[in-house]
């Protein structure tokens, strides 16, 4: 199975300053159709999780675009330009290129 | 707009088994498959398997083959999971997501399983 490490696990943020979180993956993400399945999700508390980057890169609609997600190959990232009160959560980077499909950790975000 | 609704919270004992239903609405459900992850406690994401509602295929986590199974009702739009031979471990949120892409979730549904 494709094992996905996200960094940190635990990531203290200031309001209104940004964030990143990592996400790497022991094989290639790079699918035989060229595309590269790497989905970023943000469980908040209580709630089931939500996309918000699918394909690397591409954000969902509705996601404000402080969200971005870039990478390529085995190495990943989320970031968050300027962090808002809303973000705190759970994220999780997913690949959706090999079977099965593995998930990260997660990431908690917290507001310090 | 695209909903997908689930069954309410069951409790199960140790040997049991437990189905879990997953409505779907806002979009052609044969059009998408419908993929099962579950969240135990306290826990991460864990993908379990998937079906395409058109043809009725499946694969799923080789974790739990065996004792999963998938199936669907077209005519209501409807995909369900059932899971044998609970034990503790099995005690968890699960969830359905629409399409490989998980672009949307379903609320989730708490399976106990306790003497």
């Known amino acids: 199975d494709v094992v996905m490490t996200q960094s940190p696990l635990s990531l203290p943020v200031t309001l209104g300053q940004p964030a990143s979180i990592s996400c790497r993956s022991s094989q290639s993400l790079v699918h035989s159709d060229g595309n590269t399945y790497l989905n970023w999700f943000l469980q908040r508390p209580g709630q089931s999780p939500r996309r918000l980057i699918y394909?690397?890169?591409n954000r969902d609609s509705g996601v404000p675009d402080r969200f971005s997600g870039s990478g390529s190959g085995t190495d990943f990232t989320l970031k968050i330009s300027r962090v808002e009160a809303e973000d705190v959560g759970v994220y999780y980077c997913?690949?959706?290129?090999?079977?099965?499909?593995?998930f990260g950790q997660g990431t908690k975000v917290e507001i310090k | 707009q695209v909903q997908l609704v689930q069954s309410g919270a069951e409790v199960k004992k140790p040997g049991a088994s437990v189905k879990v239903s997953c409505k779907a609405s806002?979009?052609?459900?044969?059009?998408?498959?419908i993929q099962w992850v579950r969240q135990a406690p306290g826990q991460g994401l864990e993908w379990m398997g998937g079906i395409n509602p058109n043809t009725g295929g499946t694969n799923s986590a080789q974790k739990f083959q065996g004792r999963v199974t998938m199936t669907r009702d077209t005519s209501i739009s409807t995909a369900y999971l059932e899971l044998t031979g609970l034990t503790s471990d099995d005690t968890a949120v699960y969830y359905c997501?629409?399409?490989?892409?998980?672009?949307?979730w379903g609320q989730g549904s708490l399976v106990t399983v306790s003497s």
């Open positions: 394909k690397v890169s």
């Open positions: 997501a629409r399409t490989g892409l998980f672009d949307n």
């Open positions: 997913m690949q959706g290129t090999h079977w099965p499909r593995t």
């Open positions: 806002g979009y052609t459900f044969t059009d998408y498959s």
